[in-house]
């Protein structure tokens, strides 16, 4: 097995054990909900998992490239630009290309967080708008977690491809992503959803009938007269799905706009999706008054998606990674601490 293989392998791992533990794969969690206490700390842990995955970038992303020599950081820097400095010292060489690709993916890593953090304020609409209890909100948020790791998984690896076989896709992202930037700016946000005229539910509808029974048993599918029916918890759940997806499509190319390395692109996604559900019920604690950091991510989607439209004047200036994470990190906090000072009451 090559080196390349046994350490994104490693990493893998890594994930897969705390996916099972954050999703109660592993035994010991109660049904009851989480405590804030309980998911202050929960997502805490997470966060700090993933801010602690930047080490491991730092330390192992030479070998999962299998780059030892001069010859391997030039044959990176081909396939993904020239985002460090190369100097006649191979070892100073290859620390800087360690430095850039832990910038790169700390910077992709806050970004994601914070975009699921939005895709969190969506959920927690859809639960109200169709009045899904707490204990099967943590089922649907179990398959949820789950079926975004999997979409993107799907997108990392067609969004690489296509970015490799076409540099221009790169142009076609960032004109997207300032058209999502600016929709997300002006777009109000819904109290409610209407639940009988939504068009998943329609949809469904036509392809297998709802039942209108009570929805405590907890099942997706339920044998009503010896025909099987959904239930309003499978209809949620597609919901759930669906909005993943077109959160994926923003978040996705996001990340590309940041580095188009598909293994810090992978790993900022899935160790910011790791603890999605401990954040989820912490919103529900009132984190949701932080509510202008919907606009500071639509002035990053905004900007990153400059930055991809005007990638050689960013490159001739000199624009670094660790230039791109203070420009986030700002934006980010910026947005927290006037949440803050100017509560949305006021």
């Not at 491991?56 to 044959?75: C, E, N, R, T």
């Not at 296509?162 to 076609?172: D, E, G, T």
């Not at 990674?321 to 203070?326: A, E, G, S, V």
Request: hydrophobic share 50%; charged share 15%.
């Amino acid at each position: 097995m090559g080196e390349s293989f046994v350490t994104s392998l490693a990493f893998l791992i890594v994930i897969l054990g705390a996916l099972f533990l954050d999703l109660g794969f592993l035994g010991g969690e109660s049904n009851a909900k989480p405590s804030l206490k309980s998911s202050s700390l929960r997502s805490a842990s997470w966060f700090g998992l993933g801010l602690f995955s930047v080490l491991g970038v730092y330390y192992f992303s030479p070998q999962l490239h299998s780059i030892h020599d001069f010859s391997g950081l030039q044959k990176y820097i081909s396939i993904h630009g020239n985002s460090f400095t190369i100097t006649n010292n191979l070892a100073e060489s290859i620390h800087n290309f360690r430095v850039a690709s832990a910038m790169a993916y700390l910077s992709g890593f806050l970004l994601e967080y914070a975009l699921s953090i939005d895709n969190l304020f969506v959920m927690l609409l859809v639960f109200k708008s169709f009045k899904i209890n707490e204990i099967h909100e943590r089922k649907i948020l179990i398959w949820g977690v789950l079926g975004a790791m999997i979409l993107r998984f799907i997108f990392v690896y067609l969004g690489s491809a296509a970015i490799q076989q076409f540099h221009w896709v790169l142009y076609l992202f960032g004109a997207f992503l300032m058209f999502s930037g600016i929709k997300m700016l002006i777009q109000k946000e819904d109290e409610e959803l209407d639940t009988e005229n939504h068009f998943v539910v329609k949809w469904v509808k036509k392809i297998i009938p709802v039942t209108k029974a009570s929805n405590e048993s907890g099942h997706f599918f339920v044998k009503e007269n010896g025909n099987w029916q959904a239930t309003i918890l499978f209809v949620v759940l597609v919901i759930i799905e669906l909005t993943d997806v077109v959160f994926a499509v923003d978040s996705v190319p996001a990340v590309f706009g940041v580095t188009t390395d598909p293994y810090l692109v992978f790993f900022s996604n899935i160790f910011a999706l790791l603890g999605l559900r401990s954040l989820y019920f912490l919103i529900g604690y009132g984190i949701d008054k932080f509510y202008a950091l919907k606009y500071g991510l639509s002035i990053i989607l905004v900007y990153i998606g400059l930055k991809m439209l005007l990638e050689d004047y960013f490159h001739k200036i000199g624009f670094s990674h660790f230039h791109n994470l203070i420009i986030i990190v700002g934006i980010l906090s910026t947005s927290i601490f006037f949440s803050i000072l100017r509560p949305k009451d006021h």
